[in-house]
């Protein structure tokens, strides 16, 4: 069974233009999430999809965004970006709904913001 | 909002000898998860705690979770190099939210 995938590996991106990142979750899980690790520090959550919809976001601005596609794959999408943006960005997917079931983390985008 | 810290930040340790984080949350948890990233790696899930009290013991890994429910903790006796690495609690509180502490980095002397 593939585990979760994300592309590009590594992004970089000049400050003021726009990064997108995306996620295929596990065959068969439907929930989404998206976490920013800057270098050193701990995972931040930034949102969280199930089934197509938005269901939580994290304490950044509108200026990071995404999306869920019908075949539950994701795109995490950052506008304008910030020199304090660059960090990794984790997508893990879940199978079903309740928080308590383990989330299996993709291997990552690296982003520098240039 | 809930936040869930965790203690220490860095811990370096001689090979053999025992290492233990902690985890300590504002609000009561309904269920708390351990992972454990490598470096350069993603966070591994490595169990879920989900009783007031529970312990579970993974070989040389103690996990335990509070009668409170509101602080948990991971223990490896004798450690071995293979340890390494940084270990995230995760609290989740209601039904869906799952909140991650800082991490414990453990460093290991050979």
């Known amino acids: 069974e593939a585990g979760v995938t994300q592309s590009p590996t590594h992004l970089i991106k000049p400050r003021g233009q726009q990064a997108t990142l995306r996620c295929s979750p596990i065959?068969?899980?439907?929930?989404v999430y998206w976490y920013q690790q800057a270098l050193g520090l701990g995972l931040q959550f930034l949102l969280w999809?199930?089934?197509?919809?938005?269901?939580n976001r994290g304490n950044f601005p509108p200026r990071f965004s995404g999306r869920q596609f019908p075949n539950y794959s994701s795109e995490l999408n950052v506008n304008a970006l910030e020199l304090e943006d660059s960090a990794l960005y984790l997508c893990?997917?879940?199978?079903?709904?309740?928080?308590?079931?383990?989330?299996?983390f993709g291997p990552g985008t690296r982003l520098t913001v240039t | 909002g809930q936040q869930v810290m965790q203690i220490p930040q860095y811990q370096h340790v001689q090979e053999g000898e025992d290492f233990t984080t902690y985890c300590n949350s504002s609000?009561?948890?309904?269920?708390i998860q351990w992972y454990k990233q490598r470096h350069g790696g993603h966070p591994v899930f490595l169990i879920q705690?989900?009783?007031?009290?529970e312990v579970k013991k993974q070989k040389r890994l103690t996990f335990q979770f509070g009668e409170a429910k509101k602080n948990s903790s991971l223990h490896i006796t004798a450690t071995q190099t293979t340890d390494v690495g940084t270990y995230f609690c995760?609290?989740?509180?209601?039904?869906?939210?799952?909140?991650f502490g800082q991490g414990t980095r453990l460093t290991i002397n050979p």
């Open positions: 893990a997917s879940r199978l079903g709904q309740g928080a308590a079931y383990e989330q299996y």
């Open positions: 065959s068969g899980h439907t929930s």
């Open positions: 999809y199930d089934e197509g919809e938005e269901r």
């Open positions: 609000t009561t948890l309904s269920n």
């Open positions: 705690l989900v009783k007031s009290g």
């Open positions: 995760a609290g989740i509180q209601g039904a869906q939210k799952l909140v």
